[in-house]
Nanobody, 115 residues
Framework: QVQLVESGGGLVQPGGSLRLSCAAS????????MGWYRQAPGKQRELVAA???????NYADSVKGRFTISRDNVKNTVYLQMNSLKPEDTAVYYC?????????WGQGTQVTVSS
């Protein structure tokens, strides 16, 4: 079993920054893709950014140029640096990891962008 624990969410003003972290623990031989998804009230969960074990990245168009995903394979941790935050970035952010072809999700962390 694999556990994903997120941290770093909170309340921030428009234009501000936050950094999310997600640490994986448990029965891990190797983690394939890690990523961040978000779900706003009344909307479907959507991909924000993903990163492969080799470091290839993929971003939603709405966050390109503002968010940066990275990972530390030694610590089994993925990060999401979020800059120039907008009110429309408000959502619950979920970490996702693929481990041995199985998909795991974190519990989610709330990000609220408001003045």
């Amino acid at each position: 079993q694999v556990q994903l624990v997120e941290s770093g969410g909170g309340l921030v003003q428009p234009g501000g920054s936050l950094r999310l972290s997600c640490a994986a623990s448990g029965s891990i031989f190797s983690i394939n893709t890690m990523g961040w998804y978000r779900q706003a009230p009344g909307k479907q969960r959507e991909l924000v950014a993903a990163i492969s074990s080799g470091g290839n990245t993929n971003y939603a168009d709405s966050v390109k140029g503002r968010f940066t995903i990275s990972r530390d394979n030694v610590k089994n941790t993925v990060y999401l640096q979020m800059n120039s935050l907008k009110p429309e970035d408000t959502a619950v952010y979920y970490c996702r990891a693929v481990v041995s072809l199985r998909v795991y999700w974190g519990q989610g962390t709330q990000v609220t962008v408001s003045s």
